[in-house]
């Protein structure tokens, strides 16, 4: 099994920053892309952002120019930094990290953290 762990979130007035980490433990042989995802009240869960093993990175427009996603991977760690955050940005924020070992892949979510940003 594989745990993942967020912290970082919080309450924080628009214009503000934040970080979020996510700790990755447990059988994290294949562990491969690795991704923040965000989901508010009545709204489904969306991809904010994503990084493989390698470093790539992608955004969801909606953040592009704003958030950052970053990994350390002798931490098995993976980071989201959020400037110029608005009052739309407040959900709860989740980390997922994709495993692949031979022909078994599997996607492994946190438990989430809530950003709340007033305005």
Same mark, same amino acid.
């Given at each position: 099994?594989?745990?993942?762990?967020?912290?970082?979130?919080?309450?924080?007035?628009?214009?503000?920053?934040?970080?979020?980490?996510?700790?990755?433990?447990?059988?994290?042989?294949?562990?491969?892309?690795?991704?923040?995802?965000?989901?508010?009240?009545? &709204?489904?869960?969306?991809?904010?952002?994503t990084i493989?093993?390698?470093?790539?990175?992608?955004?969801?427009?909606?953040? &592009?120019?704003?958030?950052?996603?970053?990994?350390?991977n002798v &931490?098995?760690?993976?980071?989201?930094?959020?400037?110029?955050? &608005?009052?739309?940005?407040?959900?709860?924020?989740?980390?997922?990290? !994709?495993?692949?070992?031979?022909?078994?892949?599997?996607? !492994?979510?946190?438990?989430?953290?809530?950003?709340?940003?007033?305005?």
């Amino acid at each position: 099994q594989v745990q993942l762990v967020e912290s970082g979130g919080g309450l924080v007035q628009a214009g503000g920053s934040l970080r979020l980490s996510c700790a990755a433990s447990g059988r994290l042989w294949g562990l491969g892309a690795m991704a923040w995802y965000r989901q508010a009240p009545g &709204k489904q869960r969306e991809l904010v952002a994503t990084i493989t093993s390698g470093g790539t990175a992608t955004y969801a427009d909606f953040v &592009k120019g704003r958030f950052t996603i970053s990994r350390d991977n002798v &931490k098995n760690t993976v980071f989201l930094q959020m400037n110029s955050l &608005k009052p739309e940005d407040t959900a709860v924020y989740y980390c997922n990290a !994709h495993t692949q070992v031979l022909l078994t892949s599997r996607d !492994h979510w946190g438990q989430g953290t809530q950003v709340t940003v007033s305005s």
